[in-house]
């Protein structure tokens, strides 16, 4: 078997190839064109695409998009007096010892102008108490075709309980935009709470419109150089997904390189560690723990709340390129007219190349300290402490900062991966892949025919599962938890009595309710052969000095020491 697995960042394509002759990596500028990037990788590599058996992609770059706050060709349509729901959200405060509050809520996605009203109403218990107002659509269709819309976010309210109506809208806007995408909410997200659903429709929509022709690309791409494996793309989870299965579902491809990157910090955390990816355009926070990245529940990308299982992560929009200045002792990023954290490393020494940027190591610590708060806060709020548990810093600009991250966190050493500019690859091509079967139930555990629900989902499968996980909220309009149960349960009292159990143990109180079951899935991973790169044992090396891996560099400061094991390196304080 010879397996490629790419990461591709906002500017660099990572390529780890596995096969009979252990593992190589490459590099390759992405600019514009993903499918080039790939190509002239593997062209670089001296591999015909013809002589891979699989390909596995994971990509921030959407992530990225997601970051920035770019708008994409989205509209949505809801009940009429629900447009607002978006807006109104969830009235959290981001910051609870902001002077002002604001809201969390992704406006960006859909602007009060591309949100549509149509008459209708379905009941909580799935009646019809209105019905739909299909003569409406003929109007918004024409405002959609002149907006140039390319997706449309459906999310009718109750949908979850009964999705005629949205089924409607479909079949009517299928007949009056046959080019435009449509994304159900009873679809993409089938349970309660309509401000959830309504993100998790939209970003599916954004997802369609700015991210999935890129994504197709690729797979065109190959078949058309002669590639005939099987392609997979990275989940948000850290496993990989069939390419049907993951552009069916483009929200799980949203945290790929993140996900990848976490997986590939696991040989250097021994067990555990707060990870931080720090690359071009953002840094990604992670959390290790027992083996295995942390998944979060509910999850969340860059502020979005997504009702999927996820790699608990946090990002922030600094990177290499971003452009940063001090102003009052303050760190200002994005500033016009600022150099970018590249030309500061250059002018420091760190990184190659030439720039006109004079060196300002305040204006370097001033960064580091920043992502060392983010650090700091990201861990503090999951009850860690990042003292204690450790730092993983990967990334092309996280090996240079590392030392003087470690430092602001107050630590005096930490661990980078074997390849640090490269953990996304390398971790992408050890992920297990995922076969999983679900079905959306919305109803009462107690009375559960638990061994037809159970079977159906095994027979789905094909395969013996290793695991379930559900959701189950106290009632229906409350937040679920995700109950994980290695063994398929006999009885519903089975799934309450776990269920209890696991909610007393993390919120410390009974369930405020009887049960409220969501989604059951079924899991089973298969784990890759995996192979490591040929490396040779080297001396220590004292700072100040640039050492330079097979896969980014890594800045030893004055006082400090680095060291390298077959699994990573460890750059600590030699006092």
């Not at 013809?50 to 990509?59: D, G, Q």
């Not at 390319?150 to 309210?157: D, K, M, R, S």
């Not at 229906?476 to 009885?491: A, F, I, N, S, Y």
Request: net charge negative; charged share 20%; proline share 7%.
């Amino acid at each position: 078997m010879t397996r490629l697995a790419v990461d591709f960042g906002a500017r660099f394509a990572d390529l780890c190839l596995t096969g009979s002759e252990g593992r190589r990596l490459a590099k390759q500028p992405v600019r514009d064109d993903p499918v080039a990037a790939l190509l002239s990788g593997l062209d670089a590599m001296g591999i015909p695409p013809a002589a891979l058996t699989e390909v596995r992609i994971a990509t921030t770059r959407p992530l990225n998009r997601l970051l920035a706050q770019e708008r994409g060709p989205v509209a949505l349509i809801c009940t009429k007096g629900f447009g607002d729901v978006l807006e109104l959200a969830r009235q959290d405060r981001v910051d609870l010892y902001a002077p002002v509050a604001r809201s969390a809520a992704p406006l960006f996605l859909a602007p009060r102008e591309m949100i549509h009203e149509i008459g209708g109403r379905i009941g909580p218990d799935g009646a019809e108490t209105a019905p739909l107002d299909l003569a409406a659509l003929d109007g918004i269709a024409a405002d959609l075709r002149s907006a140039g819309v390319q997706a449309v976010a459906v999310a009718l309210l109750f949908a979850h309980a009964n999705p005629a109506h949205e089924q409607a809208v479909a079949a009517r806007l299928g007949e009056l935009l046959p080019e435009v995408e449509i994304i159900l909410s009873h679809r993409v997200d089938p349970a309660p709470r309509e401000y959830e659903r309504t993100v998790g429709t939209l970003i599916e929509a954004w997802l369609r419109s700015t991210a999935q022709a890129e994504l197709a690309a690729l797979d065109t791409g190959l078949r058309d150089a002669g590639f005939t494996g099987t392609l997979f793309f990275g989940d948000g989870r850290g496993v990989v997904r069939e390419q049907n299965d993951a552009l069916g579902d483009l929200v799980s491809v949203l945290a790929s390189g993140p996900a990848a990157a976490a997986r590939g910090a696991l040989a250097p955390s021994e067990g555990d560690a707060v990870v931080l990816d720090v690359g071009s355009r953002s840094a990604d926070l992670m959390l290790l723990q027992d083996g295995a990245p942390v998944m979060a529940d509910p999850g969340q990308i860059a502020g979005i709340p997504l009702r999927r299982d996820l790699v608990d992560m946090a990002s922030i929009a600094l990177g290499g390129t971003c452009r940063v200045t001090l102003l009052d002792g303050r760190l200002v990023l994005d500033a016009p007219d600022a150099p970018s954290l590249d030309d500061l490393l250059i002018a420091g020494g760190r990184l190659p190349g030439q720039t006109t940027t004079p060196a300002s190591p305040a204006l370097l610590s001033a960064v580091a300290a920043r992502l060392a708060e983010e650090a700091i806060r990201f861990a503090t709020r999951r009850n860690v402490d990042p003292v204690q548990t450790g730092l993983v810093v990967c990334g092309g600009t996280g090996g240079l900062l590392a030392a003087d991250i470690a430092q602001a966190t107050g630590l005096s050493r930490v661990r980078l991966p074997r390849h640090p500019a490269a953990a996304g690859a390398t971790g992408l091509a050890c992920a297990p892949d995922r076969l999983e079967a679900g079905r959306s139930v919305n109803g009462p555990v107690d009375g559960l025919d638990v061994a037809a629900l159970f079977g159906d989902l095994a027979t789905a499968l094909g395969v013996t599962p290793d695991l379930y996980r559900l959701s189950i909220a106290p009632r229906p309009e409350m937040h679920p938890m995700t109950l994980v149960l290695g063994q398929p349960p006999k009885t519903a009292r089975d799934i309450l009595t776990a269920w209890r159990d696991a909610y007393a143990a993390r919120y410390e109180i009974e369930p405020p309710g009887p049960g409220f079951i969501g989604r059951v899935t079924a899991i089973r991973d298969q784990s890759p052969e995996t192979a490591t790169a040929d490396t040779t044992d080297s001396a220590p090396v004292d700072g100040p000095a640039l050492v330079q891996t097979d896969a980014g560099g890594i800045w030893v400061p004055e006082g400090w020491r680095l060291t390298a094991s077959a699994t990573g390196y460890l750059l600590e304080d030699r006092a």
